[in-house]
């Protein structure tokens, strides 16, 4: 098991930063475009993870930004509302050390408050990772490769049982 790099604090990055264009100059080294994609929907301001249920994370190592991830509502979800894990990217050197579980995770908790399942469209390498935080592989969809469903609770009326 991996053990997870100690001193990684998740909290919401700062998308104008120098440490976050840092991030994405070397995603795009590397040939990935997530990140890219991400600031250019902050830019035009159709993505800046804002609706309800919405959150943008990153995974901070001291003042370093080593990680990103996003939670969306689904796009390519029309007839109910759910919720997407969307942008993932962790630095190359926080791989394999817990940085994308931790993001991943606090995009988990805060679906689960607000949305019945959280989907994600992997690349075949990311399954296992996926697959190990307890995503099920749905096969035959377009644009969702796994999802997590979630039990919404109710919330019970102090009224009692009828009065819901």
């Known amino acids: 098991m991996d053990m997870p790099h100690t001193g990684i604090e998740v909290r919401r990055p700062r998308v104008r930063s120098a440490s976050f264009r840092a991030l994405e100059k070397a995603s795009r080294a590397e040939g990935y475009w997530m990140l890219t994609r991400l600031l250019a929907g902050w830019r035009d301001g159709s993505n800046r993870f804002s609706r309800r249920g919405e959150?943008?994370?990153?995974?901070?190592?001291?003042?370093?930004l080593v990680g990103v991830c996003g939670l969306n509502v689904d796009p390519y979800i029309q007839r109910k509302r759910e919720g997407r894990v969307r942008h993932l990217y962790v630095a190359a050197p926080f791989r394999r050390h817990g940085a994308g579980r931790i993001l991943v995770r606090s995009a988990i908790a805060k679906a689960r408050d607000h949305f019945?399942?959280?989907?994600?469209?992997?690349?075949?390498?990311?399954?296992?990772?996926?697959?190990?935080l307890g995503f099920m592989r749905i096969e035959g969809e377009e644009f969702m490769t796994h999802r997590m469903e979630f039990q919404l609770l109710r919330r019970r009326s102090p009224l009692g049982k009828g009065h819901e």
Do not use: H, I, Q, S
């Open 55 to 64: 959150a943008l994370y990153g995974a901070f190592y001291g003042d370093e």
């Open 116 to 132: 019945p399942a959280l989907n994600v469209r992997a690349t075949d390498e990311a399954f296992p990772f996926y697959e190990k």
